[in-house]
């Protein structure tokens, strides 16, 4: 309850209280209580009599008895609540008269304000839940996304491993080819060599001149001019070097 609803009630019983205080003497509470409890003997004492309902209204000091005590009660217990359905009447009449004075209009307008503000607060209850479920759903597909993002950058991550590996494996195989061409390159050099080496003994047979002739031979031969000597020197001098 709210606030004033609180205060509202307290205000109530308060008055309520305060009425039956004036109403109702202590003494009427104490034959109350007296009469209560003397009818509840009775009923203790014809039950553990085993008394049945026949016999104990056939019992005229008893069914006297009864009857008096029900008719004090029910005097007291009707006193009590006029006390209080009157307290509870002039009540609500004092808290009528603090209301605005105001007419069958205004209070008609003011009945559909109290309806509109109601269905506004119903309607901003039912937002609620539903922005409520909407934030539900949003966290739910979030943790999915997060999910599928997470699971795809894995993917990106064995793709980029996978290209790493095929482009070492290229890169190896690149590598061994270069290195086979190497070889083939090495056998053509090789070959390009004996075939200069067999061109050099050529020029040397051409030219007449021993393979085995010295150098000093050469310098000293007449016929030949200076370029050719040390072409010749030359031939002879890679020639050497080659056959070591």
Excluded: H
């Excluded at 305060?18 to 209580?33: A, G, M, P, T």
């Excluded at 009707?78 to 603090?98: D, G, P, R, T």
């Excluded at 309806?115 to 934030?135: C, F, R, V």
């Excluded at 943790?143 to 491993?161: A, F, N, R, S």
Aim: proline fraction near 0%; glycine fraction near 0%.
């Amino acid at each position: 309850m709210k606030n004033n609803e609180i205060d509202y009630f307290d205000r109530l019983l308060n008055n309520v209280s305060d009425n039956l205080k004036k109403s109702i003497k202590i003494e009427e509470v104490d034959n109350f209580k007296n009469n209560l409890e003397k009818f509840n003997e009775l009923k203790v004492y014809a039950k553990y009599n085993y008394m049945n309902y026949d016999e104990f209204r056939a019992n005229n000091d008893t069914r006297n008895l009864v009857t008096e005590l029900v008719k004090k009660i029910q005097k007291y217990d009707k006193k009590v609540k006029k006390v209080i359905n009157e307290s509870y009447e002039s009540f609500i009449e004092k808290e009528f008269q603090k209301l605005p004075k105001m007419s069958d209009v205004e209070w008609k307008k003011k009945g559909e304000e109290n309806y509109i503000n109601l269905i506004n607060d119903i309607n901003e209850e039912i937002e609620l839940i539903n922005i409520s479920k909407k934030k539900l759903m949003e966290i739910k597909y979030q943790k999915m996304v997060e999910k599928y993002e997470k699971t795809l950058k894995e993917k990106e991550i064995l793709i980029k491993d996978k290209e790493t590996a095929d482009k070492d494996k290229e890169t190896a195989d690149k590598d061994k080819e270069a290195k086979v061409k190497d070889k083939e390159t090495e056998a053509k050099e090789k070959e390009i060599l004996i075939k200069k080496n067999k061109n050099y003994k050529e020029k040397l047979s051409t030219l007449k001149v021993d393979k085995e002739r010295s150098i000093e031979d050469i310098k000293k031969n007449k016929n030949l001019s200076k370029e050719q000597k040390e072409e010749v020197i030359n031939i002879i001098k890679r020639v050497k070097k080659d056959e070591r």
